[in-house]
């Protein structure tokens, strides 16, 4: 019931940024979060960071200090800015979003760190 559409992954060198974007469809359903997850080869999917309709954010320990998680005013869009990026972020990076009808998930965008 809630498309996500990402984009902004890339190739990109050590100690560079790159900022994500999933823009969430209209629907009935009130999302009450939304959030992001990556993926490396051969290693299961885990959170990066998190934010919830009254703002409150939780990240990864790997990431803090360098990500920050945001959406606009009506919370239909999320981003994820990266900074100072490392070769261990390489992945590929989903969002998704928490509603009471389920939680819903991105296609994926791949994100490079490598020289």
């Known amino acids: 019931q809630v498309q996500l559409v990402e984009s902004g992954g890339g190739l990109v060198q050590p100690g560079g940024s790159l900022r994500l974007s999933c823009v969430a469809s209209?629907?009935?359903?009130?999302?009450?979060?939304m959030g992001w997850y990556r993926q490396a080869p051969g290693k299961q999917r885990e959170l990066v960071a998190t934010?919830?309709?009254?703002?409150?954010?939780n990240y990864a320990d790997s990431v803090k200090g360098r990500f920050t998680i945001s959406t606009d005013n009506t919370e239909s869009t999320e981003y994820l800015q990266m900074n100072n990026l490392k070769p261990e972020d390489t992945a590929v990076y989903y969002c998704?979003?928490?509603?009471?009808?389920?939680?819903?998930w991105g296609q994926g965008t791949q994100v490079t760190v490598s020289s």
């Open positions: 998704n979003a928490y509603t009471r009808l389920g939680t819903f």
């Open positions: 209209r629907s009935a359903a009130r999302i009450e979060a």
């Open positions: 934010i919830s309709r009254d703002g409150y954010t």
